[in-house]
């Protein structure tokens, strides 16, 4: 079946830091989503892509939906400590079997 | 907006005891979606509905479990009998678009099966 491979899979980064992670699949989607999770909480939605090339920043977080549509790369500037959580990509074909898939996730500590 | 209201927050119980977890989606949201999370295989889609229809529920680990949707705001995930290998965190997501591209998820019910 179709998978999202999400690399690396744990950072351990400095306050101020920019970090960078990437999700890569052998199938082509249509739609690359990113998501943080704090701990005890639900995913949110970070950044939403629809278009191969796309670029889109939210805030500090930029996104990138690969051009061959099977890759995505999320990247964090200046990290803050609010900043450390789970980050999740997702993928989505718009075929009959349009289920999201969900990478297993890039864990991301701050050290003091 | 209240967001994706999911109950209990946290459920304890003893493997053979039936459990039901509760959702309440976003209003307006077509899609509803139950996840289960652990550490072993990340976040796994059990089924989803569309319209209060079941659309896909390949992803129900076995008949132990089912799920409901009697209206367009609420929806149950049964799980009965519990077993302790059920433990995780369970996520309730609603969306409007199809597919669930843009998925709002809940806080999450933590199920520990003793």
């Known amino acids: 079946g179709q998978q999202l491979n999400q690399s690396p899979q744990s950072m351990f980064i400095q306050e101020g830091e920019d970090v960078s992670m990437n999700c890569t699949s052998s199938?082509?989607?249509?739609?690359w989503l990113w998501y943080k999770q704090d701990p005890g909480e639900g995913p949110v939605l970070l950044i939403a892509l629809y278009k191969a090339g796309e670029l889109t920043s939210n805030g500090r977080l930029t996104a990138q939906f690969g051009i061959t549509r099977k890759d995505s790369f999320l990247n964090i500037s200046a990290s803050i400590p609010s900043d450390v959580g789970i980050y999740f990509c997702a993928g989505l074909r718009m075929n009959r079997d349009d289920k999201i898939i969900f990478g297993k996730g890039t864990r991301l500590h701050i050290l003091p | 907006d209240a967001g994706v209201i999911q109950s209990p927050r946290h459920e304890v119980t003893e493997m053979g005891q039936e459990v039901t977890l509760r959702c309440k989606p976003i209003?307006?949201?077509?899609?509803l979606f139950w996840y289960r999370q652990t550490m072993m295989r990340g976040l796994e889609l059990l089924i989803y509905f569309n319209n209060n229809v079941p659309i896909d529920d390949s992803g129900m680990p076995e008949d132990r479990f089912s799920a409901k949707m009697p209206n367009a705001s609420f929806s149950t995930l049964k799980i009965q009998p519990s077993e302790p290998r059920d433990s995780a965190v369970y996520f309730c997501a609603s969306s409007l678009l199809r597919g669930g591209g843009e998925q709002f998820f809940g806080p999450g019910t933590r199920l520990t099966v003793l």
């Open positions: 199938s082509i989607f249509n739609t």
């Open positions: 209003s307006g949201h077509d899609y």
